[in-house]
């Protein structure tokens, strides 16, 4: 892709930033080369993929203009990331000699605005630190994904990301109210700070979901909202039928009720979650905010769920206890490595949307096929996390034992294989193969069933901020790495 020897690349980044803005560290370089997707790769230290040149910590928006200049001008690869929670290949190098810029270490609150009701900061700003000095003070982001111990600002927006509390406060579009951001050649664009807009299509949603592939996000402005825990009511029940589950979510959404979360999970699922499940699909809903409007919700949902058939309520306690320990951080994650390593068994995730129609549909197909079709399953399940008026996603879980394959084959065998049921089964019912965690480049290859004819609109976005095709290559538009220029579109 770029004419320059890795060497120069290197010498250009520190003549640029300094030397110790630049991290050339065989060890670093690896591990930066891939993201969560490759799970079993990275827990057996293989890397199969390029690893990049550098890895660079920018410090403001003037650093990383410069940057993505250089990286333009040369055409080098340049792959985004803050927080590293990434589970789709969308921090994988897949160009020789690539560029990681790292924002992690822009991290600082630059406003907290308590009349307007927002808050801007730094890409590299963590969610749980943000979200835990908001809530001393009052208030909250609302945004609970189950990486907040890891998540930061910019990759947040991103991805596109989506929080626990959705069915309340939304996803990460709902929240964003401005941002800045730069383009390749250092092109600088700030979207400013207002309640909505009238002036020609939503900038904010370029930015939005672009996971690297169109910009780097420097800064973020959100919205905040009170928070009031001691209103928080709990409601749980067993349900007979899944299909039962989605028509009481369907019924809540459809009525108007708000519950900041709103979740229906299967035998399979619930099994892992609730050891008072009895062999049954769970479905839990929690009210919060103001303590008339949570009562009155918490009133609403519960009669209404109550006049479906074979549904069984629990004690709301032990809804409260479970919601308590959803979230995943780094020690988690380490915890999960070594038993990877330990038993070969690895279980990972896929998420997806549809209409109210299709969505029992989907998940009866996928979990029909997946037994059939992939080998050394331990368990298949699935459940329901948000929820809209016009339909919900569902979040498939798996777990397999690797048999017989090196680290390196272990994807192909298995994950691409049930992503690829899970996408193709999506795309035939008419739902989206990604609800939150984005294409990367693992669904990428999927892009063109899920676009239909409107792929020409995103296409052609690529091609306008990024005409020499630098920005995160093979993420949202998938390349072939056989082409002899898998870069050019």
């Known amino acids: 892709m770029s004419t320059l020897s890795r060497e120069k690349i290197v010498e250009e980044l520190i003549n640029i930033l300094g030397a110790d803005q630049v991290v050339t560290d065989e060890t670093v370089l690896k591990e930066s080369s891939l993201d969560r997707y490759r799970k079993f790769e990275q827990c057996h230290k293989v890397y199969t993929l390029p690893t990049p040149a550098a890895v660079i910590y920018v410090h403001n928006t003037d650093e990383v203009a410069k940057v993505l200049k250089f990286a333009d001008d040369n055409r080098i690869n340049v792959v985004p990331r803050t927080g590293q929670s990434a589970i789709e290949g969308g921090l994988e190098t897949l160009a020789e000699n690539s560029i990681v810029i790292d924002g992690s270490t822009m991290n600082k609150v630059l406003k907290v605005d308590t009349t307007n009701m927002q808050v801007t900061c730094q890409c590299g700003v963590p969610l749980q630190k943000l979200d835990d000095d908001l809530r001393a003070m009052g208030y909250t982001t609302g945004h609970s994904p189950q990486s907040k111990p890891l998540a930061q600002m910019g990759g947040l927006v991103a991805t596109r990301s989506i ?13 964003l109210v401005g941002c800045e951001v730069v383009f390749p050649g250092g092109k600088v664009c700030r979207i400013k700070n207002v309640p909505r807009r009238s002036v020609g299509p939503d900038i904010r949603h370029i930015v939005l979901g672009n996971e690297g592939a169109l910009c780097f996000i420097t800064e973020v402005t959100v919205k ?5 825990p001691e209103n928080n009511i709990y409601l749980g029940y067993k349900v007979d039928e899944m299909k039962t589950g989605f028509e009481g979510l369907r019924r809540v959404m ?3 009720y708000k519950p900041s979360v709103a979740r229906l999970y299967d035998v399979a699922d619930s099994a892992s979650h609730f050891n008072w499940a009895d062999g049954k699909n769970v479905l839990l809903f929690m009210a919060e905010g103001p303590a008339a409007i949570t009562r009155a919700t918490a009133d609403g949902i519960d009669a209404l769920v109550k006049e479906l058939p074979g549904i069984t309520p629990v004690d709301p306690v032990l809804i409260e206890k479970w919601f308590a320990h959803l979230n995943w951080g780094p020690e988690e994650i380490a915890k999960e490595r070594e038993e990877i390593l330990a038993t070969d068994n690895i279980g990972i995730t896929t998420e997806i949307s549809g209409c109210w129609d299709v969505i029992n549909d989907i998940y009866e197909a996928v979990m029909d ?12 399940g699935g459940h329901s996390s948000h929820s809209y008026i016009n339909g919900t996603n569902v979040y498939f879980t798996y777990y397999y034992n690797v048999v017989d394959c090196k680290p390196e ?3 192909n065998k298995y994950h691409n294989l049930i992503n690829r049921i899970i996408c193709e089964e999506t795309v035939r019912f008419g739902g989206s193969i990604a609800h939150h965690h984005g294409l990367g480049k693992a669904r990428a290859h999927y892009v063109y069933e899920e676009y239909g004819s409107s792929i020409y609109m995103l296409e052609t976005l690529k091609k306008a901020f990024d005409p020499n095709g630098i920005m995160n290559i093979g993420t949202l538009i998938p390349v072939n790495r056989n082409d002899k220029n898998p870069w050019i579109f």
């Open 254 to 256: 459809v009525e108007g």
């Open 409 to 411: 084959e272990e994807m």
């Open 163 to 175: 929080g626990q509390f959705s069915t309340l406060y939304g996803g990460i579009e709902d929240m």
């Open 224 to 228: 905040i909202f009170k928070y009031q």
């Open 369 to 380: 096929r997946l037994p059939k079709e992939v080998p050394d399953l331990t368990m298949i």
